[in-house]
């Protein structure tokens, strides 16, 4: 068969080398080179979509060889519905990012080829990483993947941009090592009971722990999942790395890699761990309606687009999680759905207040006002945008916010119903947002800010697109997810609460 | 009385044997070629006598016999260990035979034996000669590092601890700038080192009393067949240790390292740091597995205290260090920590992570400290923090290299580094030393805090206008540094076939 994830992986790598060598100076052809390329890996994930059967909920366009033998690691890739959809997140997103991105370099430590030849090693890596099927590989993954974002952030964003980098460094290497830990003792106890190290996942379902132990093993996958997320009280590298990134990375680090600790909670932590995920469940759904809640306050109270952007995605956060560990089919496929749908709602963000700020040499609320008149285009794709973070009826995150609020509320009423409050708040901050810099008069310095021009239309123009046709018609995600989902909910050994209630 | 000749399998000991006779062949340089004439024959001699050796590693291959009636074992471990010196010995000699980094000549001071600012120091530099003492003194210390680990008695691995030691306190006083500090250095390394010999003597001699033999195998019987009071074994096995971590600076016998580190030339820094850590390792492997395999439940709680201390307090100092040498020097005591953590696993995993640990870990110190030699200013290297600030916008591809050995130091996976951490780890985890794991992991994330932190420094700082400049790395310091990073990036990618070969080479013969 045709190994579709690897090609898939070693596209953009090649990519970004040939991005590196161009000679300097040469920096359209680096844009130019690195769309292309962006594009060529779009078009392979969506042929790879032809190879996938939907009626089943485990691993398909599997490839295994033979990595480090001696500790029983393989190069294994393979996906299931919710990593599919994952990797195709990455793969749509970043074209998007490159042309949304387009002048976004010019200013940074380094030459312009560098920063697109960063992202281009980033998109391999995130196809890697919700790819891989052994868990050493999703570890390499796991951690390579810092340190292109760690030179974006830290070369080209803004003013604290040092700080932001080397916060998120510091954090998610600090997750990274515990998560290594327990990767440590999977090897041990998987040569213990299986005779041969092995770190497939499938495979390490079958161990048995004990309860203390198996607690620990959660724990080290989690706290570095919950960092990634981010989860309460995990979160505050995020609005530092999100306001200091460039609008394009911000995109690529909120929307698809911070993807990586809500598709390992259900990827990992739930069946590798099952015993322990029930244990800690309680505890999880208490951090995830904080979240919810947290975020959306802090996100009322922020004087700055990005920052504001940043704690709307910890609300959101929260809300995935709720749906992962409430245990339900409805809560997961909500969840994975809320994943995507927020990878787009969040780039749509990200991108034209990325826009905006540049235009405008300010990314502080208050410098904007009256934008609807002076740039309608602008202004009616930041709605839009705005109105699918509030998860408006019709757009695209209506359907994974319900779904999640239905899952959890069949088995944890209270929390469905405190973060149906986090709701409110979420039309609460878009719209002071949309008012404060979108309507009323036009501010002193706003007046001949341009629109939006024909490269960032197109840019837009397929986010936009997704978010409305994914609110009116999610059925294509669901139906490749659910399978997925009930095939997780199996391995774990749960089953959706009888829908009559009435407990 | 009948006189029985020793039987010496010579063709075993034939590496030990090339670079000692290479060792000595330099001396004959020394003393009968005329000055202008003994770099180049220096240079040959060494390397030339390197890659024989090493060739006479490679087809010793599979050879397990004790050789030389008992007092030196070649088997996996000797053999794989030497190798990885061999190489090692390899990168260190050519950083220490570059002369084109400036335009004086060289790291290495004019005549060793004229005083700093003396009249005689004036005339040696004034005729432009430099001595070449040195190379024969690497020869020395690396015949001693090879037989360190192939020790088959205690006598023989003392007398391998001196001839691998003297020869390094003194290289260490031959820097050509700061030559006070060099030679304060070399003392303090002398003397230090001298009291950590005589504990090792007196250890050995306790042992004796107690087995009433020197060699491993018979202290070996001796610890298995005895029921008596242990207290005179323990007092040995504890002073012994203390002088062989001494060499591979655990805390609390660290202090010497720093001040070493610093003050000695850089390529000797080099060579010292790779090659002393993986030879006293294989000492240390060889006595605790072979001699004290036994006696594991007693030394396996002091060497995981000593490891936990070294860990913590190795990242923890190397956090507030300003000097690159020395933070290079917090760093290999933090990994001496971390290669202890395989030791004490005290099964055939660990043996194997261990030596794979210092495979991994002695080329990209080599390479380090050789990009190190590159950068300088007016004075000679600069080797202060604020002074690598902007490096990467100034030289992005000698900042880069060096990005990626502290990021094989730090044990971020695609490196060697990573690899080494998961094998030791596992193998200690396996032998139930959860906590050393713990600790090994958060020490982990401390050191790679001050990794991060250059790494910083060079990328997203300014350059600063003090003069600082990086050399355009010459030949032979080029070859090290890309020897070096090769073999970081292969270790870290396809470890593997290295994996395996320590595998197979992880076990003891006695």
């Not at chain 1, 089919?329 to 749908?341: D, E, K, R």
């Not at chain 1, 059925?475 to 399978?483: E, G, R, Y």
């Not at chain 2, 001699?291 to 995981?304: C, I, N, Q, S």
């Not at chain 2, 690899?419 to 713990?438: P, Q, W």
């Amino acid at each position: 068969m045709f190994p579709w994830l690897t090609t898939l992986g070693l596209i953009p790598l090649v990519g970004s080398a040939a991005v590196a060598l161009l000679p300097k100076g040469r920096d359209l052809l680096a844009k130019q080179l690195a769309l292309g390329v962006s594009l060529l890996s779009l078009l392979i994930s969506l042929l790879m979509l032809t190879g996938f059967k939907t009626n089943t909920g485990t691993l398909q366009l599997v490839e295994s060889h033979d990595w480090i033998s001696t500790f029983g690691i393989k190069y294994a890739v393979g996906v299931d519905g919710i990593a599919l959809m994952m990797v195709l997140l990455a793969t749509i997103l970043a074209p998007i990012v490159i042309l949304g991105s387009w002048n976004e370099a010019e200013n940074g430590r380094f030459s312009v080829k560098t920063f697109f030849a960063l992202l281009l090693m980033l998109e391999t890596f995130m196809v890697g990483v919700f790819s891989a099927t052994d868990v050493f590989l999703f570890y390499v993954f796991f951690e390579a993947m810092l340190i292109p974002v760690y030179f974006l952030i830290g070369s080209f964003g803004g003013a604290q941009r040092s700080y932001a980098a080397v916060k998120f460094l510091l954090y998610s290497l600090f997750g990274g090592l515990l998560m290594l830990a327990a990767v440590i003792a999977l090897y041990v106890i998987s040569k213990d009971q299986l005779g041969a190290p092995t770190f497939d996942i499938t495979a390490l379902t079958k161990l048995h722990f004990g309860a203390l132990t198996e607690r620990w093993l959660f724990l080290g996958f989690f706290i570095a999942f919950a960092i990634k997320a981010p989860l309460w009280p995990f979160h505050t590298w995020l609005p530092d790395a999100a306001s200091a990134a460039t609008p394009g990375t911000a995109v690529l680090l909120v929307g698809v890699l911070d993807k990586v600790g809500t598709f390992g909670m259900l990827r990992y932590c739930l069946p590798l761990f099952p015993g322990a995920a029930k244990y800690f469940t309680p505890l999880i759904i208490v951090l995830s309606v904080i979240s919810v809640v947290y975020g959306a306050l802090l996100a009322i109270g922020q004087t700055d687009i990005k920052r504001l952007i940043a704690f709307t995605s910890i609300s959101h956060f929260g809300f995935i999680t709720l749906g992962i560990f409430a245990m339900t089919s409805q809560g997961q496929s909500g969840a994975t759905l809320y994943m995507v749908n927020h990878g787009f709602s969040t780039a749509a963000l990200f991108l034209i207040a990325g826009w905006m700020i540049s235009r405008r040499n300010s990314s502080t609320i208050s410098d904007f006002g009256g934008l609807q008149r002076v740039t309608p285009v602008m202004a009616w794709t930041f709605f839009l945008a705005g109105l699918s973070a509030l998860a408006l009826p019709g757009m695209s995150s209506f359907v994974s916010e319900f779904l999640v609020l239905v899952g959890t509320y069949t088995r944890y009423p209270w929390a469905a119903i405190i973060a149906t409050g986090g709701i409110i708040l979420a039309a609460l901050y878009v719209l002071i947002l949309i008012q404060r810099t979108m309507h009323g008069p036009v501010t002193a310095g706003n007046e001949n800010l341009p629109d939006l021009t024909l490269r960032e239309k197109l840019a837009i123009a397929p986010v936009i697109a997704i978010i409305i046709f994914l609110g009116f018609y999610p059925k294509p995600i669901l139906d490749v997810v659910n399978p997925s989902v009930a095939h997780t909910m199996q391995v774990v050994g749960v089953t959706d609460p009888a829908p009559t209630g009435g407990k | 009385m009948n006189f029985q000749a020793p039987v010496i399998q010579y063709s075993e000991l034939l590496p030990i044997l090339i670079v000692l006779g290479g060792a000595l062949l330099g001396v004959l340089v020394e003393a009968f070629l005329p000055r202008d004439r003994r770099y180049v024959a220096q240079v040959a001699i060494s390397l030339v006598s390197i890659v024989a050796a090493f060739a006479a590693v490679v087809r010793l291959h599979g050879t397990s016999t004790i050789a030389a009636e008992g007092s030196v074992v070649v088997d996996g471990v000797t053999l794989f260990l030497q190798g990885t010196l061999l190489l090692l010995a390899l990168g260190g000699v050519l950083l220490i035979a570059e002369r084109r980094l400036d335009s004086e000549g060289g790291a290495f001071t004019a005549q060793a034996s004229a005083l700093p600012g003396s009249e005689a120091e004036r005339t040696a530099l004034a005729t432009g000669i430099v001595q070449t003492e040195v190379f024969p003194l690497t020869l020395f210390a690396l015949g001693g590092a090879l037989l360190f680990p192939a020790a088959g008695d205690l006598v023989t691995m003392f007398v391998a601890l001196e001839v691998l030691s003297l020869p390094l306190y003194l290289m260490s006083g031959l820097a050509r700038r700061r030559r006070l500090l060099s030679q304060e250095a070399a003392l303090k390394y002398f003397l230090l080192g001298a009291f950590s010999s005589a504990f090792f003597l007196y250890g050995a001699a306790l042992i004796y009393g107690y087995a009433h033999t020197v060699s491993l195998g018979g202290i070996r019987t001796a610890i298995s067949t005895s029921a008596g009071n242990d207290l005179i074994l323990l007092i040995g096995v504890g002073l012994i240790a203390v002088g062989l971590l001494f060499k591979v600076s655990a805390v609390p016998f660290h202090a010497w390292t720093p001040d070493v580190y610093q003050g000695a030339p850089t390529p000797v820094t080099a060579f010292m740091a790779a090659c002393t850590k993986v030879a006293a390792f294989g000492a240390i492997l060889r006595l605790f597995y072979v001699g004290l395999g036994g006696l594991r439940w007693d030394w396996r709680p002091m060497l995981t205290g000593i490891a936990i201390v070294t860990m913590i307090l190795g990242a923890l100092f190397a956090l507030t260090q300003t000097d690159m040498k020395r933070l290079l020097a917090y760093s290999s005591i933090a990994h001496a920590g971390f290669i202890l953590t395989g030791v004490i696993a005290a099964n055939q995993s660990g043996l194997q992570g261990s030596l794979f640990y210092l495979a991994a870990y002695g080329f990209t110190t080599i390479g380090a400290f050789a990009i190190i030699t590159l950068v300088r200013d007016s004075s000679g290297e600069a080797t202060h923090l604020s002074q690598w600030s902007g490096l990467g916008r100034r030289s992005p591809l000698i900042a880069s290299t060096f990005a990626f050995f502290l990021l094989a130091l730090a044990g971020i996976p695609l490196t060697s580094g990573f690899v080494a951490k998961f094998a030791v780890f596992s193998a200690a985890y396996a032998s139930g030393s959860t906590a050393l794991v713990i600790v090994g992991v958060l020490s982990s994330a401390v050191a790679a805090f001050f990794y991060v932190r250059v790494i910083v420094l060079m990328f997203f700082s300014e350059p600063k206008e003090d003069g600082t400049t990086v050399v355009i790395p010459p030949v032979m310091t080029s070859a090290a540094i890309t020897f070096a990073a090769a073999a970081t990036l292969i270790l870290g990618v396809v470890p593997g076939p290295v994996l395996d070969l320590a595998k197979s080479a992880a076990q003891f013969i006695f």
